[in-house]
């Protein structure tokens, strides 16, 4: 899991975080294996067709409940620290995979944010599919080499005593930011959280804040 924390002042372009690229070497495989599988019948279409159906019915939503429940149940937040998976499934969150569940807090003096440098790893069971920019290779290559440029394009900018964390996701690991809980929300209740926390938030490129609306998965 690298630390990165640079303050570097750029002069030079910048690929844009939101540009569209072609199908990459991992795309074209899998639907190649995909197609290939389904010939030999080893898999069927209809057993696709379910597992698509599962992935459909996670949103961003789910890991905004994980979120807001951590923040009014500190015994909850101690368990999801520890073990991510184990906690979500507290909650009736299940896994279709046997990926582990690493959930990383922000505080005042670090903040975490999460990248597949590789492909698109991402923890799909509690936000669903990832936003078409994470999988792209200006984000994937930018969040390590210059994470503060990256959150500033978000329109984040992290203070010079804030350490970023930046976490690396893999076939087996998949990683969730826990967010701050922004100040004057100590009335509100777990719904009424649960409705602030964004999927970028979890991602770890904005901050929750209580003008936020979650992103439509």
Known sequence: MPDHHHDHTHDHPHAEISQT???????????????????????????????IEVLDSRTPALGAKVVARAWVDP???SRLLAN????????GLS???????IVLENTDTVHNLIVCTLCSCYPRPVLGLPP???????????????????LAEFGTIIPDDVQIRVSDSTAMVRFLVLPRRPEGTEDYTEEQ?????????????????????????
């Open 21 to 51: 690229e072609r199908p990459g070497y991992y795309e074209i495989m899998e639907t190649a294996v995909r197609e290939l599988l389904i010939e030999k019948r080893l898999i069927g279409a209809n057993e696709i067709r379910r597992q």
């Open 132 to 150: 078409d920019w994470y999988k792209l290779k200006p984000y994937r290559a930018r969040a390590v080499s210059e994470p503060r440029a990256v």
């Open 193 to 217: 959280l649960t409705d602030l926390v964004t999927r970028d938030a979890m991602i770890g490129v904005v901050p929750v804040t209580l003008a936020a609306e979650r992103t439509a998965p």
């Open 84 to 91: 991510g998976r184990a906690a979500c499934e507290e909650l």
């Open 95 to 101: 896994f279709y995979d046997d990926t582990g569940l």
């Open 75 to 77: 015994a909850f937040r």
